[in-house]
Nanobody
Framework: VQLQASGGGLVQAGDSLRLSCAASGGTFSSYAMGWFRQAPGKEREFVAA????????YYVDSVKGRFTISRDNAKNTVYLQMNSLKPEDTAVYYCAAQRNPLVVTATPDYWGQGTHVTVSS
């Protein structure tokens, strides 16, 4: 499975961005999908995940109410809508796929390349 993330950029605090992750080479609709991020000097952390049909979503507390994960199985794509961005959201964001329809663990089966998000104050 190949995952291609896009949509990062440089924005100001309070702005919005939508990240996309297009999957190919696998059965996208059977995978739970997730987003992780790694800020400079910090370990990679979980951000959000979504089950195979979008019926279950999970978020780290720091993004609840601001970020929304969604997926379009017809397009083999998962999204991360990020609103009210803060400087502390600055990181490289990675999408990930899990060969499990319901959950994404700390060790997903597939990783995409990162997309940079920089939020200026």
């Amino acid at each position: 499975v190949q995952l291609q993330a896009s949509g990062g950029g440089l924005v100001q605090a309070g702005d919005s961005l939508r990240l996309s992750c297009a999957a190919s080479g696998g059965t996208f609709s059977s995978y739970a999908m997730g987003w992780f991020r790694q800020a400079p000097g910090k370990e990679r952390e979980f951000v959000a995940a979504i089950s195979w049909n979008g019926g279950n979503t999970y978020y780290v507390d720091s993004v609840k109410g601001r970020f929304t994960i969604s997926r379009d199985n017809a397009k083999n794509t998962v999204y991360l809508q990020m609103n009210s961005l803060k400087p502390e959201d600055t990181a490289v964001y990675y999408c990930a796929a899990q060969r499990n329809p319901l959950v994404v663990t700390a060790t997903p089966d597939y990783w995409g390349q990162g997309t940079h998000v920089t939020v200026s104050s």
